[in-house]
């Protein structure tokens, strides 16, 4: 409730700065949850000063831009890094996507300080929803238990947490280690019980990480990949500069995710893209991070991704993330393919 002297335009730039920090290192789908929850808490509490509907959608894109920016943050990016060692190709680190992502996330916080919000008040001409009442018309869930400050369970979990991330940032490359270390002490220290983590382990991710590399592995040996990687080097011409593919690469992924699934955008470009670099003699890897980024920027539609389908409950029409995001969904991309050209070396 502090955050009420920054006024509703304030509020939204923290609390989209705190989203985006959280999805790096947890589950974006949650942090939109709890972001959500507490944007709605805040904005029943404000006697009417801020509206869950300039709230909700901010908060949804900047789990978005937040989970692109490490391995660990979004679905795509680890079913595209266990597609590459069947390429030859090293598999990314936790901050390979960082250097270009830092990008996006500043980008997206002036954005919205400086247009966004703007673009909203005029745009989101439609009365705020009440969710307060209709969530009351259902059924109830079982009430929150209070936690104690004071219990040492309570700070376990974050504690191990930092220690996970810190580990990651020293050099500890194998994220599967670090991640069921994490997990192993989490159990041992009876902040949550193994039964409990079994129940909330998301099955689903798995089995759309595995069943996407198979999808890609099968866009590779259809010759489809080669085939339409030899189609483009015609078009283009194999002496055109390495970064204008690079962008074209960007963009297209950046039109496809917003009218198809983000995943799905990914495992059909990615090995177009490493076959294409191959062709080329260029390093694979800035293909790689352009198609995972672009995929990962469904910012001005909401089908692109969950994550954002889920803010649709501010009330939002379709159109309205077109005028709230299209630009700055542009800029983003234009970011990612300078940010790659900066910081991952094209040259074979």
Do not use: H
Request: aromatic share 10%.
């Amino acid at each position: 409730m502090g955050l009420f002297r920054f006024g509703e335009k304030g509020t939204l730039i923290v609390l989209m700065a705190l989203a985006a920090i959280f999805s790096m290192f947890l589950s974006n789908t949650s942090v939109v949850v709890i972001f959500m929850s507490i944007a709605a808490a805040m904005a029943a509490s404000s006697n009417g000063k801020f509206k869950k509907k300039n709230l909700y959608m901010g908060v949804g894109i900047a789990s978005v831009v937040g989970g692109g920016c490490t391995l660990i943050g979004s679905t795509t990016q680890l079913s595209i890094n266990a597609l590459l060692p069947d390429y030859g190709i090293e598999p990314m680190g936790m901050w390979t996507l960082f250097p270009p992502g830092i990008a996006v996330v500043v980008l997206m916080l002036l954005w919205y300080f400086f247009f966004g919000y703007k673009i909203q008040e005029k745009s989101f001409d439609f009365p705020d929803p009440d969710e307060v009442e209709a969530a009351e018309d259902k059924a109830k869930p079982a009430e929150l238990v209070e936690a104690n400050p004071e219990s040492i369970k309570m700070w376990l979990p974050l504690v191990i947490l930092v220690v996970c991330i810190a580990l990651t940032i020293v050099g500890w490359q194998n994220i599967a280690v670090v991640g069921l270390l994490g997990a192993m002490l989490v159990c041992m220290t009876g902040c949550i019980s193994v039964k409990r983590m079994w129940e909330t382990t998301d099955w689903n991710t798995l089995g759309v990480i595995a069943g996407g590399v198979g999808f890609a592995a099968g866009v590779k040996a259809s010759g489809a990949a080669d085939l339409i990687a030899n189609k483009c080097v015609e078009l283009l011409g194999s002496n055109s500069p390495g970064i204008l593919y690079l962008a074209i690469f960007c963009v297209l992924a950046t039109i496809m995710t917003n009218i198809m699934t983000n995943i799905g955008t990914a495992l059909i470009l990615t090995p177009i893209a490493i076959t294409v670099a191959g062709m080329l003699g260029l390093n694979a890897m800035p293909f790689v991070v352009a198609v995972v980024w672009g995929a990962n920027m469904p910012y001005s539609t909401p089908i692109g991704a969950s994550v954002i389908t889920m803010t649709m409950q501010g009330g939002y029409r379709f159109k309205d993330y077109t005028k709230v995001n299209i630009v700055f969904n542009v800029l983003a991309c234009v970011a990612v393919v300078v940010g790659m050209a900066v910081f991952i070396p094209l040259g074979g």
